[in-house]
Each structure stands twice: as C-alpha cells, then as structure tokens.
C-alpha cells in the first residue's frame, strides 16, 4: 500500500531539513517523525517503524531535525542534542509544511518521537494542538518537554522497554505531568534500543494500533471521550 518515497527540503529560516515522505494511496493518515540524539531520517529502527506503518495505509515523513552543519557541530560538542527549543521548533516547521502542502494538508497528522526526539514531539503537539491528533513516544525522553507536557492536549502512548529502568522512572514522572490522555507501554525484557527479538516489533504494533486508533477529530475541550 505505501508510495514511493519522495526527497523533501523543509525550510526554518536559513537552514534547510532533509527529509524522506511517503504518502500511501488513499492514506489513512501522516507520522512526522522526530528522531533522538545522534540520530537522522536514515534511523534503521524508525525506518523499520515508518515500512511497517506505510503497509497500514499512513503516510510517514522522517525528517532530520539539524542540518548536515548542525550535526556535525552537535557530534563534536553535544551542543545541540538537548536543545529542545531548537527540536521542538523545528517539528512545528514540519507539522506547518505538512499542512500546508496538498497531499497532506487534509490527512489527521499523528508525531512519532524517539529519545530527545520524543521531547521534541510533545513540543509540537502543544505548539499545533489543532493539528496533531496524537503521538507515540519510543525510548524517549518526555520529561525534557518540561512546561510542554501540561499544554499537550493529544493522546500519548510511552513505549518503554522494561529492562530500561531509568527511562521508565523518567517517563513515569512525565505522564504525571501530562495534561492529556496518557498510557505506559513497558515491553517486558526490551533495552532502551530495543534490539532484542521481537521487540521493535512490538513497538511498530502498537504504534500503529495507536495511531490508526486515534484517526478521528478529537473532542472539543470540556467532551472528551477520549
């Protein structure tokens, strides 16, 4: 069911994001996904993610949040990979150029996040609440949204591998803090990359379950029946 792949430039200012978007016919939806630290649009386990969502009938654009520039800057200093302003502005650029653009513009646009990524994506969702119908975070961290998570008003699934002990206590504090609907996935025996068999599979099922379950325009504030 998915498209072909289509190479796309997304502009904040000056600098330009390289991203990879693929709109299955008669999409059922579009995940713009946010990747973590030291991370890219060529991630082999969101890319795994992104196929297995396309053969669902959703769209999916993974997209680098710095330049080529940025990165290179980053993997010397680290002086980009915890700026969650940065990340999670350049997730409200993506989720404007998605509505912005034909194909997409009409598609409930869903946020996949992974490591600071998932941050990033919870920035976005309180930035664009009308625009963003849910988000699933992998491994990620949620706490570093910080006064975000009190303005998120889409559902989110946390996605946690159970042998990730302090990235579960860190995502356990940040759900107390959402405003919105929340739910915890621990995969039981999973690392914080999860490469133990089965387990990204587990993680592509369940975002995709999530993300096609929560497909409908939300209810207006003070009737959720979330």
């Known amino acids: 069911m998915s498209g072909a792949a289509e ?4 502009a904040d200012g000056a600098a330009l994001l390289a991203g990879d978007l693929v709109v299955p016919r008669s999409a059922r939806g ?3 996904f946010a990747h973590g630290t030291g991370s890219s649009r060529h991630s082999p386990r969101n890319r795994e993610v992104a196929a297995r969502l396309q053969a669902s009938g959703l769209g ?3 997209m680098d949040l710095l330049t080529e520039i940025e990165e290179a800057a980053d993997a010397a200093s680290g002086e980009h990979r915890f700026d969650i302003g940065l990340l999670g502005r350049r997730v409200v650029v993506a989720l404007d150029w998605l509505g912005a653009r034909a194909a997409t513009a009409g598609l ?3 946020l996949f996040g992974a490591s600071t ?3 990033a994506a919870l920035v976005g969702a309180a930035e664009r609440p009308e625009r963003v119908r849910s988000v699933v975070s992998r491994g990620g961290r949620p706490d570093l949204a910080g006064d975000a998570l009190a303005r998120v008003r889409a559902p989110v699934l946390l996605l946690v591998g159970g042998r990730d002990a302090q ?3 860190l995502n356990q504090w940040a759900a107390d803090r959402l405003a919105a609907p929340c739910t915890t996935h621990v995969i039981p025996g999973a690392t914080h990359l999860f490469p133990e068999p089965g387990a990204l599979d587990q ?5 995709r379950d999530w993300f096609l379950s929560h497909g409908e325009p939300r209810a207006p504030d003070g009737d959720d029946r979330d």
Do not use: F, K
């Open 7 to 10: 190479a796309v430039r997304v």
């Open 30 to 32: 579009i995940v713009l």
């Open 60 to 62: 999916t654009l993974l």
């Open 108 to 110: 409930p646009t869903h």
């Open 117 to 119: 990524g998932a941050a």
């Open 167 to 169: 990235v579960l206590e």
């Open 203 to 207: 993680v592509s099922r369940a975002a």
